[in-house]
């Protein structure tokens, strides 16, 4: 006599159902530590007179400022030696962007720079569609950088805020904040 057993094969419906209700679980635990450790990227306005480095100016613009904060250096030490700001020619032969004329210069806005008097150095653009025109006032520590977009623009007579805000020049400053930099908390 024999006998035949059958043996019905495991359902696979419930293991299938618990991994993903295991799976929806961890995906919830981690949806809510994300949305709970999460934070807002808050954009801080600048005033109207001012333009944000990062977000305001165009390629070649943030090129030139650039070179102007790194140049900086060196016209503090010229400065230091001569007892005077050195002059634009002199940084160009240098070879001190963005006062030296090569292609990058001239892709930039091809400006042409000159020492106003006591202490600031005009850049005026040959190509305002490309780039603004540059002024940097060199105080004690940190240069004061200023923009203005217009056209066959004349070299302002007083270097005063708001002489240069009424002249449609606008102060180029550099906001630090979530939204361009990360911040990692050790």
Same mark, same amino acid.
């Given at each position: 006599m024999s006998t035949? @057993? /059958?043996?019905?094969?495991? %359902?696979? %419906?419930? &293991?299938?159902l618990y991994v993903l209700l295991l799976c929806l679980i961890i995906l919830a635990v981690a949806g809510s530590v994300i949305a709970l450790h999460g934070e807002s990227q808050e954009v801080a306005a600048v005033p109207s007179h001012q333009l944000d480095a990062r977000r305001d100016l165009s390629a070649a613009e943030q090129g030139i400022y650039a070179d102007l904060r790194v140049?900086? !250096? &060196? #016209?503090q030490l010229l400065q230091q030696e001569q007892n005077?700001?050195?002059t634009p020619e002199?940084?160009? &032969? &240098?070879? $001190?962007?963005? $006062?030296? @004329? !090569?292609?990058s210069s001239v892709?930039?806005?091809? =400006?042409?720079?000159q020492l106003l008097a006591p202490s600031a150095y005009l850049g005026l653009s040959q190509a305002p569609a490309t *780039?603004? *025109?540059?002024?940097?006032?060199v105080h004690d520590g940190e240069p004061d950088v200023w923009l203005n977009r217009q056209?066959?623009?004349?070299?302002? *007579? !007083?270097?005063?805020?708001?002489?240069? #805000?009424a002249a449609g020049w606008k102060q180029v400053?550099? @906001?630090?904040?979530?939204? /361009?930099?990360?911040? =990692?908390? =050790?």
């Open positions: 035949t @057993q /059958v043996v019905r094969p495991a %359902g696979a %419906g419930h &293991e299938t140049t900086l !250096d &060196e #016209i005077a700001l050195p002199q940084l160009a &032969e &240098e070879g $001190f962007a963005p $006062f030296a @004329q !090569d292609a892709s930039r806005g091809d =400006h042409r720079w *780039s603004g *025109s540059l002024l940097m006032r056209a066959n623009l004349a070299p302002p *007579s !007083d270097l005063t805020d708001p002489v240069l #805000i400053v550099t @906001q630090f904040d979530a939204g /361009v930099t990360r911040q =990692h908390r =050790h």
